[in-house]
């Protein structure tokens, strides 16, 4: 009975074995659920391919490429969903929308959830409840002064090179400038990179773990064993993930032993004071974390936005003379070096169309933010997706919708005075309207008027030497940047 029982086996398994690679092999044309949306042959087998193309920094500008090529609906990989569609923007991320944050949040910022992170609805509306007043406009004009401290450094710093016939790296100014103001914001003191450098090593650590922090969720449990991991830029990364958590627990503690705690205004402080509805504070470990997640976000994006608009403007002549003419006649031309008050910024239209088209043509968080279809299914698009779908929609593509940004790949200032409603529904670059969309963007839109206005009222500027588009093309960790790092002008200050 052995050696029968051995040969029906062994029969089987050549029969069923070909059978299994047969059905694998049709089931994404002809059974899956899926089936019917278009996409590259290969990614209904396999998502590496766009993992690889993530760790590359790619991923925006590949799918963005396939939704050129296929339309508003992508199938990216084999239970992955991409769609420029304006009319599933709402049901994704809308104010009742069911759709829920995938894995992919789960395994940032050591796992611990956050506000951004959160993946359960209520724990996410509570800590929105908790927070939500520590970005309104009345307590971020109570940072103002803040602000304007460090911009007039950071521009009495540029004056210095010019006048040394140096030229200033502005991507590195506004990588300091950002961090230095987030940081005062968040725990009552700055690093001082304006002077220093990206040397200090809290700094340096965040930035270091971010190098892996798109892929990890595609390791799932494997992550726990990153330290041991065969490649050196894994190691390195978690290494810097651990220490980062540390160094950051170590401030944090450090904070609530001050003399002066509980007189403090910055974000820190106010988040030890928040309390839930049962009178709670929030854990160290949160604490922690969201001020983790408020320095990398008040940042990173900050001085990628001021290096891509500067370059923007540099490269037009006429928005650049526009744009001055218009803060000559708001601002007047007797003190350059003085910090503008934003009250006399936030009502310039030039100025703030420049900006709105900045953020729209190089966003700084351009990559697809993925949702979870609900378990009952979804209808969207006129395509049945069953439950555990993964679908979303990334802004780099529906900032370049033809037939509402005509001439997408323009940048042109001049077409948001004629701003439509589809125009705001599909202009994204703090995330879409709904209980997700980023509570920081009063902060960011501060920041970014009073930083251009300070630089291009004290300055004439011009290109240090050549800007290659490909220096300037979007690299993309989650995060974006400039993929050359480096954007040099000559600055001679105005008579």
Not at 350 to 370: A, F, H, M, Q, W
Request: hydrophobic fraction near 40%; glycine fraction near 6%.
């Amino acid at each position: 009975m052995g050696l029968l029982g051995s040969e029906v086996a062994i029969r089987l398994s050549v029969v069923l074995f070909p059978a299994l690679i047969i059905y694998w092999l049709l089931y994404p044309w002809y059974f899956s659920p899926l089936r019917k949306i278009p996409g590259p042959w290969y990614a209904v087998y396999t998502k590496w391919w766009l993992v690889y193309k993530t760790w590359r920094g790619v991923r925006a500008k590949t799918i963005h490429d396939l939704h050129l090529k296929y339309g508003p609906w992508v199938r990216v990989a084999p239970d992955e969903i991409s769609t420029s569609d304006s009319k599933a923007i709402a049901p994704i991320y809308g104010v009742n929308s069911e759709f829920t944050k995938t894995a992919f949040y789960t395994y940032q910022l050591r796992g611990i959830p956050e506000l951004f992170t959160m993946s359960d609805r209520k724990a996410h509306a509570k800590r929105r409840r908790e927070l939500a007043h520590l970005f309104s406009m009345s307590t971020i004009t109570e940072y103002e002064d803040i602000i304007a401290g460090n911009v007039l450094e950071c521009m009495d710093l540029i004056a210095a090179e010019g006048k040394a016939g140096k030229a200033s790296n502005l991507y590195d100014w506004w990588h300091y400038l950002s961090m230095d103001i987030i940081c005062e914001l968040s725990f009552g003191l700055g690093f001082d990179m304006l002077h220093k450098g990206a040397v200090n090593p809290y700094i340096q650590d965040m930035y270091g773990s971010l190098t892996i922090e798109p892929i990890r969720w595609h390791f799932g449990w494997l992550n726990r064993y990153a330290s041991w991991a065969p490649f050196k830029i894994v190691r390195d990364a978690e290494a810097c993930s651990v220490r980062g958590f540390e160094r950051g627990t170590k401030i944090v503690q450090e904070y609530k032993q001050k003399e002066d705690k509980g007189q403090r205004k910055d974000l820190l402080q106010k988040m030890i004071n928040a309390r839930d509805e049962n009178d709670q504070p929030l854990p160290e470990n949160d604490l922690n974390i969201q001020s983790t997640s408020f320095i990398l976000a008040g940042s990173h994006t900050t001085s990628s936005s001021l290096t891509w608009i500067v370059w923007r403007i540099l490269s037009d002549p006429g928005i650049y003379r526009k744009l001055n003419e218009e803060l000559d006649e708001a601002l007047g031309t007797e003190d350059r070096r003085a910090v503008p008050p934003h009250s006399k910024l936030d009502g310039l239209a030039y100025l703030n169309c420049i900006i709105k088209e900045g953020l729209r043509i190089d966003t700084s968080v351009p990559g697809s933010t993925p949702r979870y279809v609900p378990p009952e299914g979804a209808v969207l698009g006129g395509y049945n997706l069953p439950g555990g779908t993964i679908v979303s929609i990334q802004a780099y593509t529906t900032h370049r919708q033809p037939d509402v940004f005509p001439d997408p790949d323009r940048f042109w200032p001049e077409r948001w005075p004629d701003e439509t409603p589809e125009m705001r529904h599909l202009y994204v670059p703090f995330g879409a309207d709904g209980p997700r969309k980023c509570i920081g963007i009063h902060l960011a839109y501060m920041e970014l008027r009073v930083i251009l206005a300070a630089l291009f009222h004290r300055f004439d500027l011009r290109f240090a030497g050549p800007v290659s588009d490909e220096s300037m093309d979007v690299h993309e960790l989650w995060l974006a940047a400039p993929a050359g790092q480096n954007l040099s002008v000559i600055a001679t200050e105005k008579e």
